[in-house]
């Protein structure tokens, strides 16, 4: 469920009617934040695998704006972060740099010195050469830090799109499962570099329950094997990917993932005391927000009907880059057209199908095509939903276009968390010198 509803004709975040904002003078496209479906997201994924009594760290790459951070911080969570612009985000929320993980393929020697430096909870190693690198600069400092191997497991959800799978073999991402035995084995005494257990992320979003099983099963073996060989590990992280909904405003069914990941871990947890690490990202933030935008022009070429935008690929970049559904709908749409229940495909008469398009000279930059739509007339307000994850967060200046503003609503109070970005931010680091 989200806060984004319909009501009294036309769309509301929490108490508050979208059209509003931008009839207040707020620019288009802005990014909208429901403050209250992050915190009920946060809760529901915490309560669904509260028998594991997890640490759940945030996936910052999904949205990192340091407000909405904080208010995850203030629920207990801990963050995910993958780059040392990451740490500096987490850094300035509240977060409790204890319950930070620190994944990443390519991480830079003053990435680790500054994870390490500040006590973040655990750095996830995605190589042998990487775990090399941790403990000399770690020697060096003479700082104890803990660590996670990040296993690849082997495992394919094909129904993941091919630009976000990660657990299959030959992917950039992890050690190769075959080789972690013997690398924690050799590794196991190091005096400042202490392995605690072991991490694996198969890919966003994964579509069943079956595909975590199969890789904490290899997680857990790998345990077994080396606790014969006294080598207790005593951390499992099992990563992110759980679904958003992307095509109504109900949520996927949480308990049917939990259940059987429960059921697996829940004998380490009470009988050998594991601390289990879950890395969600857009379970929680893909439904907390939408993107409002404005209709330019609505044209016709051939036999299409081309609705243009001032939002595109440089705000969302998902239908570009993934072929990415998002559901789409007028803030306030003529009466006839009002949603009870956003589900696709939308049973009304009397829809037009459009090609929803952004100002982009790119012909990827589109939002959505061939989609049934009630009629759209120049300055209508259009809701791009389910936009809380991977959308601002990869938003680009490209054609030089600035960045949008990110606004929080809690109930009745609306924030501005980020201002737009101005003309002059685009020339701000164009600084010619001589080196
Ligand atoms: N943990 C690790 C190690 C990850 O690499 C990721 C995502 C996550 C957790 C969080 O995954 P989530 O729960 O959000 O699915 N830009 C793409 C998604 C890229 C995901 C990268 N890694 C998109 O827009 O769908």
């Given at each position: 469920m989200d806060l984004f509803q319909y009501k009294n004709g036309v769309l509301y975040c929490e108490d508050i009617p979208v059209n509003s904002l931008p009839e207040k003078g707020l620019p288009t496209p802005f990014y909208l934040y429901s403050a209250n479906t992050l915190r009920q997201h946060y809760k529901k994924i915490y309560s669904i695998f509260e028998k594991l009594q997890p640490m759940i760290c945030f996936s910052?790459?999904?949205?990192?704006n340091v407000h909405l951070l904080n208010e995850l911080a203030a629920l207990g969570a801990g963050m995910d972060i993958v780059s040392g612009g990451e740490l500096f985000v987490v850094k300035q929320s509240n977060a409790d740099l204890s319950k930070v993980v620190f994944a990443g393929v390519g991480k830079s020697d003053e990435e680790i010195t500054d994870a390490i430096v500040s006590e973040v909870g655990f750095i996830n190693i995605e190589s042998e050469q990487e775990l090399a690198r941790v403990q000399e600069l770690a020697g060096e400092l003479k700082r104890e830090v803990n660590v996670l191997i990040r296993i690849l497991?082997?495992?394919?959800?094909?129904?993941?799109n091919e630009k976000t799978r990660t657990g299959h073999k030959g992917a950039k991402f992890g050690i190769d499962y075959a080789h972690v035995e013997a690398l924690i084995e050799e590794n196991a005494d190091h005096p400042y570099v202490k392995i605690r257990g072991l991490h694996s992320h198969i890919g966003?979003?994964?579509?069943?329950?079956t595909f975590y099983v199969a890789a904490i099963q290899k997680m857990v073996e790998l345990v077994e094997h080396l606790k014969r060989k006294n080598i207790r590990l005593d951390v499992l992280n099992i990563g992110g990917g759980f679904p958003a909904n992307y095509m109504d405003n109900d949520n996927f069914s949480w308990e049917s993932f939990a259940g059987p990941i429960t059921e697996l871990l829940e004998p380490y947890v009470k009988n050998e005391g594991f601390k289990i690490i879950l890395e969600p990202g857009r379970s929680i933030s893909a439904n907390t927000g939408i993107m409002v935008t404005k209709v330019l022009y609505v044209k016709q070429s051939g036999d299409k009907h081309i609705v243009i935008l001032d939002g595109g690929m440089t705000e969302l970049i998902r239908p570009a880059m993934y072929n990415a559904f998002h559901f789409i709908w007028p803030v306030k749409p003529q009466p006839e057209h009002v949603l009870a229940n956003r589900n696709y495909p939308v049973q009304q008469e009397g829809l037009i199908t459009y090609d929803v398009v952004g100002p982009?000279?790119?012909?990827?930059?589109?939002?959505?095509?061939?989609r049934p739509l009630p009629a759209l007339r120049q300055g209508d307000y259009i809701a791009v939903f389910t936009v809380g994850a991977y959308g601002m967060v990869m938003a680009s200046n490209y054609n030089l276009h600035v960045r949008p503003a990110e606004i929080m609503i809690d109930k009745d109070k609306i924030y501005i968390i980020r201002e737009r970005e101005t003309q002059e931010d685009l020339v701000r680091t164009m600084i010619k010198h001589e080196l």
């Open positions: 910052v790459k999904s949205s990192n497991p082997d495992v394919l959800d094909e129904k993941t966003s979003p994964i579509s069943s329950y982009i000279c790119e012909s990827s930059d589109y939002l959505a095509k061939e």
